[in-house]
């Protein structure tokens, strides 16, 4: 089975700090993807990657940045957390175009 | 841009009867659409999903959706709901920008069966 897993599945940061998101997928994906859950929004994507070192803004870029240094690893980087950055942070991952997405178990994320 | 519409914040059914969460779509060329599953404090399971074929589409769980061209919508449907399928249900579609990678995904629809 593909295994997509986030490294914090709660995270309490403080405004202004620096916040890394960590996801490994172990199936040799070259699509990653990083989405925030709110509540009626449903899942809006904030970036994508379809090979290593290749990004893309998604709907919601702004004060988020992303790192793919390796095929197995797609890093969300809050540069400075701000509150209405509080949200669940679900990662993504699938072999090509149209394939099924597989998704981490998410990281709630509370910046206070 | 692609896009879906799920019609219904909130769907109430009695266990052992029929249950539809509704989608409709918007999209240039064929769709690709998917139906996905999140449980409490899990991420999205994936459901089954529609690329071409036949309308009917099986998923997992007992889970079905049929594809209707002329209505430009994708409802999920189950002939006989569980209290177990109470879950929150995400409809998307394939955005072809940025090279058919991207999944676009609906507000989603908060199942809830009683017994």
């Known amino acids: 089975d593909v295994k997509v897993t986030q490294s914090s599945r709660y995270l309490v940061k403080r405004t202004g700090e620096k916040v890394f998101l960590e996801c490994v997928q172990d199936m040799d994906h070259e699509n990653m993807f990083w989405y925030r859950q709110d509540p009626g929004l449903g899942l809006r994507l904030i970036y994508f990657?379809?090979?290593?070192?290749?990004?893309e803004k998604g709907d919601i870029p702004e004060g988020y940045s992303v790192s793919r240094e390796k095929k197995e690893r797609f890093s969300l980087i809050l540069e400075s957390a701000s509150t209405n950055q509080t949200s669940m942070y679900l990662c993504a991952s699938s072999f090509r175009a149209g394939r099924d997405a597989f998704f981490g178990q998410g990281t709630r994320l509370t910046v206070v | 841009a692609q896009s879906v519409a799920q019609p219904e914040d909130q769907v109430n059914v009695a266990e052992g009867n029929p249950l539809t969460v509704k989608c409709t779509y918007s999209v240039s060329g064929n769709p690709y659409l998917f139906w996905y599953v999140q449980y409490p404090n899990r991420g999205l399971q994936f459901l089954l999903k529609?690329?071409?074929?036949?309308?009917l589409v099986k998923g997992s769980y007992g889970f079905e959706a049929e594809f209707n061209k002329s209505q430009t919508s994708f409802h999920l449907k189950k002939p006989s709901a569980l209290v177990s399928d109470s879950a929150l249900y995400f409809c998307a579609v394939r955005d072809m920008a940025g090279g058919g990678n991207k999944l676009t995904f609906g507000t989603g629809t908060q199942l809830k069966v009683e017994l």
């Open positions: 529609y690329i071409t074929g036949d309308n």
């Open positions: 990657s379809y090979d290593v070192k290749m990004k």
